[in-house]
């Protein structure tokens, strides 16, 4: 059980443009999801809360405008990267809280941007 | 500011041997303690939590919390070069689901 699967696994775009990445929990519900950043041989850097039917609480120094976190339901949370441009190619993992447990929180696989 | 601290390493430990990870966070108040597994490239994977003092065993792992001393450590018993990835703590912020996490101990599992 708590399976958390991501979307795409990987993903190369043109700067200026915009890049969808999914993130699922398969086998429980999730009401929060988190988002975040890893750049090479760094730490994880928690990018923004995401709370099903309400509005994502985003880090510090972290633009909303530019990472756009949807959770619309209680299994799928989205991060739309806008106008990407080659300094936001990163690794961006997911996770979700199975709060039906200890409150653990269990990762996607991430995704690998790549802007161009 | 809350903190959790680990030793970077990295920690060389022979094949078949102990491998002790530790770590100590600042928030006196922290009620939920977290061991995760992170090989390079990849997405951490959880390995153990641990929510009392004393220890806790799954398989080849034992996870020991001392509150009084804001310390928690993994024990990796015969230690595989499998195991040999980036360990993090991570202990549960009070009031929400976020977690505060340490900067990872890598560990180097030597055949």
């Known amino acids: 059980g708590a399976v958390v699967s991501q979307h795409p696994s990987r993903v190369i775009c043109k700067s200026g443009t915009s890049v969808k990445i999914e993130c699922r929990s398969l086998d429980f519900q999730a009401t929060t999801m988190f988002w975040y950043r890893q750049f090479p041989k760094q730490s994880l850097m928690l990018m923004a809360t995401?709370?099903?039917?309400?509005?994502?609480?985003?880090e510090q120094g972290v633009e909303k405008d530019k990472f756009l976190i949807n959770h619309a339901s209680l299994t799928l949370s989205t991060l739309t990267v806008t106008s990407a441009h080659p300094e936001d190619s990163s690794f961006y993992i997911c996770?979700?809280?199975?709060?039906?447990?200890?409150?653990?929180?269990?990762f996607g696989p991430g995704t690998r941007l790549t802007v161009t | 500011q809350k903190e959790v601290e680990q030793n970077s390493g990295p920690l060389s430990v022979p094949e078949g041997a102990i491998a002790s990870l530790n770590c100590t966070y600042s928030?006196?108040?922290?009620?939920?303690f977290f061991w995760y597994r992170q090989y390079s490239g990849k997405s951490p994977e959880l390995i153990m939590s641990i929510y009392s003092n004393g220890d806790k065993e799954d398989g080849r792992f034992t996870a020991q919390l001392n509150k009084a001393s804001q310390y928690v450590s993994l024990l990796i018993r015969d230690s595989q070069p499998s195991d040999s990835a980036t360990y993090l703590c991570a202990v549960k912020a009070q009031g929400n689901y976020q977690l505060i996490w340490g900067a990872g101990t890598k560990l180097i599992i030597k055949p």
């Open positions: 996770s979700a809280v199975w709060t039906s447990g200890g409150d653990e929180q269990y």
């Open positions: 928030d006196r108040g922290s009620q939920s």
């Open positions: 995401s709370n099903e039917g309400s509005k994502a609480t985003y």
